[in-house]
């Protein structure tokens, strides 16, 4: 306990003087005489830069279904997460390069499926970031890959080929979308790899983008900083890497490693900040949103880290997906009804972005850990205004700070804002120092913004809908995509797990129809198996699932049900159902039992081949239930595939002829999807229309159409 050293008389006068403000602030605790730790808080003390804090979109297709949101939910949504003083008013952004391969959730498309390929159109990356800058110019945005295409340095991540392909990524940035990157990475959690880092130093700076600020290496094993002394001896690593990047160092992660003292130390004599560049906080309700300051807060004062984003921002994944709901800030999975949920946590964001931004500086002394439990840091803006952002998470009971308040600070009221379990980002009675001191009572359990600057906001809005049943019976022709770049080629609903099912021209010309187009498998961050994509619901029992197919030579394809998992988030073997036809009139009737493979993912194509799912009889893995040979199919021809559930039965068509059949009890219930073969050096890359999800021999429902104030996430094609 640290007390302020005055007399015996002026003491009691200070702590009668504490003790009024503390009822009108904490009036339970008015029954015992508060205990004080002081803090001095000096504006002419210095400190380092505050660089931010933040979130990261992607990491896994972690909002892929937000794009399919109708307005004004969309715009709702993306506001309560990226505007300034009004929700979570995040102030940096790191997004995933999209690389075609599986990186928690699911892929996203890359803008170079092959090496002569190049489109910016793909996706709804470019979109986030357009918006999110839209709404806080100040923002800066960061990004790095976790897969990449198979084509770059021929299966080999660290290489030239990645430097250009991530060169090429920030051109489109630039001359399509008018944004600029302020920073980033050379891979997710993949090691390290000098000479990658002095190469991709290099052509950045060749290619007119040396404001780019290289963070390395982005790990989160217990060795992640080894490379950091090297810098010390070896000057060409030392000048390509700007920042100190590492993952987990907060400790909400039961295996994490902080930047050490000595590790710190190095770099302030390289004069080179250290950032969190990853950073986790998987806890329920409230405590997230206490954790996620506890997060911040601890980043700076133990590892000396002065940018932390934490993954991930909107959940717009299906809820069977892993991490569907911890830890993200809001929750975006019913599209077609619009409705939405904002978790407790986004208020804990709020209390560091609507009192904070990019470029103010932590000030010495203000930044430390409690007596009592929980940690306080103090921001320093420019123009001497000042917040202090304390968290009380591992607290047993109230605690009383005195803050003594020095020159260089500005001179005014305080606003307090605070958020408990039971009501978040709550404003109370504002503080008036006196003599440059005022006294505050915490709550165990809880979460403060101390502050001199105004404006802040609880944003909310009214009327948002209720969450209703993915929309069943569902009919996709896909021809209502009259431009498909302005979609960002991708339809609505779907959810790729791996590969890229976007919309494309029929090879018949007769229309638009959905192709797998990632011709070959990707240097994935997660052990790999097969493309597929899901829609529906995961409480769908009996229902039957089409699709008409085109083959290429050597393709397969397949359409999927009763899908109830699709992996942990390291790995993506499903469980659910397929039926499966070959261009050579192979059909198979299989039940897929989420084998979880050994195999660590190497980053390296020719090391990672496809790992399929064994075809066993044991527990795991695929059991192929019936299959049979049908000698009219053949490459270059549409035929139609659908599977059938009815309680254990399980029948396969094949252009509305029963062809297979089996009963089978594993899994009751669960989502539709499509499929697509796989070999160790190529994927099938077939197209599907007319897909369907219907009761039972139910008639064809109408085609489904963009619902009212569902729109395109580019309102024209933004190619030049």
């Known amino acids: 306990m640290i007390l302020h050293p005055v007399s ?5 006068a200070l702590l009668s003087f504490a003790f009024v403000l503390i009822c009108q602030l904490s009036p339970h605790a008015c029954f015992a005489e508060p205990v004080l730790q002081l803090v001095e808080l000096k504006g002419d003390a210095g400190g380092r830069l505050f660089e931010g804090i933040g979130v990261v979109n992607g990491g896994g297709a972690t909002s892929v279904l937000l794009k399919d949101y109708p307005e004004p939910q969309r715009s709702q949504i993306l506001d309560l997460v990226y505007k300034p003083k009004f929700g979570a008013s995040v102030s940096a952004l790191l997004v995933e390069i999209p690389g075609d391969g599986n990186s928690t959730q699911g892929s996203m498309p890359s803008h170079m499926h092959t090496r002569d390929d190049l489109d910016y159109t793909r996706g709804y990356t470019w979109w986030i970031m357009r918006e999110a800058k839209k709404r806080n110019p100040e923002m800066t945005l960061d990004g790095l890959a976790w897969s990449a295409p198979g084509w770059v340095g021929k299966g080999k991540f660290w290489s030239q080929d990645a430097a250009d392909y991530y060169v090429k990524w920030l051109e489109g940035l630039r001359n399509v979308y008018g944004l600029e990157f302020d920073a980033i990475g050379c891979r997710n959690e993949k090691g390290y790899d000098y000479n990658f880092v002095k190469s991709l130093r290099t052509t950045l700076d060749a290619k007119g983008f040396d404001k780019v600020r290289i963070h390395a290496f982005d790990h989160f094993v217990k ?17 390509a890497i700007d920042i100190i990047g590492g993952h987990t160092m907060s400790g909400m992660q039961p295996k994490h490693f902080t930047a050490t003292p000595e590790v710190q130390a190095m770099a ?40 932390t984003v934490l993954w991930y921002d909107i959940a717009g994944v299906y809820p069977m997906e892993p991490y569907s709901e911890d830890p993200a800030m809001l929750l975006a999975r019913s599209p077609w009804s619009g409705s939405y949920q904002v978790r407790e946590n986004l208020w804990g964001y709020a209390h560091y972005g609507q009192f904070s931004g990019v470029g103010w500086e932590y000030l010495n002394g203000g930044c430390q850990t409690l007596a009592g439990g929980g940690t306080l840091v103090t921001l320093k803006a420019p123009d001497n205004n000042y917040s202090i952002i304390i968290e009380t998470r591992e607290a047993k009971s109230l605690q009383t700070l005195r803050f003594q308040i020095g020159g260089g600070l500005a001179a005014k009221d305080l606003c307090v804002w605070r958020s408990n379990a039971d009501e978040q980002f709550i404003r109370q009675t504002d503080i008036k120092p006196v003599n440059g001191t005022f006294f505050i009572t915490l709550d165990p359990q809880s979460l403060y913004s101390i502050s001199t600057t105004t404006g802040q906001k609880k944003g909310s ?49 007769q229309g638009k129809c959905l192709r797998q187009v990632v011709p070959k498998p990707t240097i994935s961050w997660a052990p790999d198996w097969q493309p597929y994509t899901i829609l529906g619901d995961d409480q769908w029992k009996d229902y039957e699932v089409s699709s008409d197919i085109y083959l290429n030579p050597g393709d397969s394809a397949a359409v999927m049900g009763r899908v109830n998992h699709v992996g942990t988030g ?26 979880k493979d050994k195999k660590k993912a190497t980053g ?12 066993d009889n044991g527990e795991g893995g695929e059991k192929v239930l019936a299959s049979v040979k049908l000698t009219h199919i053949g490459p270059n021809q549409w035929h139609n595939l659908k599977l059938r559930f009815q309680g254990f039965m399980i029948t396969g068509l094949v252009d509305d002829k029963p062809v297979l059949k089996a009963e089978d009890s594993l899994y009751p ?52």
């Open 268 to 307: 302030a004599k390289m004069g080179k900040s250290i950032w969190d560049t990853e950073d986790h906080v998987y806890l329920k309700a409230f405590d997230c949103a206490l954790g996620v300051v506890q997060a911040f807060n601890r980043n700076f004062i133990i590892s000396g880290a002065t940018r």
């Open 570 to 595: 390291y790995g993506f073997i499903p469980k659910g159902y397929f039926l499966e036809l070959g261009d050579d009139g192979e059909c198979r009737l299989v039940v897929i039992r989420g084998k």
């Open 604 to 615: 390296d194509a020719e090391q990672q081949a496809i790992i399929l799912a064994s075809r």
């Open 8 to 12: 015996k008389s002026p003491r009691r």
């Open 669 to 720: 219930q669960g989502m539709a999807g499509l499929l697509t073969g796989a070999e160790k050096k190529k994927l099938s890359t077939p197209w599907f229309d007319n897909l369907l999800i219907t009761a039972v021999d139910a008639p064809v429902p109408k085609p489904s159409v963009a619902a009212p104030g569902q729109s395109p996430v580019y309102e024209i094609s933004p190619v030049k």
């Open 461 to 509: 809005f009214t009327n948002i809908p209720e969450p209703e049943s993915f929309p069943f019976p569902y009919y996709e022709t896909f021809d209502s995509y009259s431009s498909p770049k302005q979609w960002g080629q991708l339809p609505r609903y779907t959810a790729d797990i791996a590969g890229a099912f976007e919309l494309a021209e029929r090879p018949d010309k």
């Open 223 to 239: 060795d992640k900083f080894d490379f950091v002394k090297d810098m010390l001896t070896d000057e060409k690593l030392r000048d």
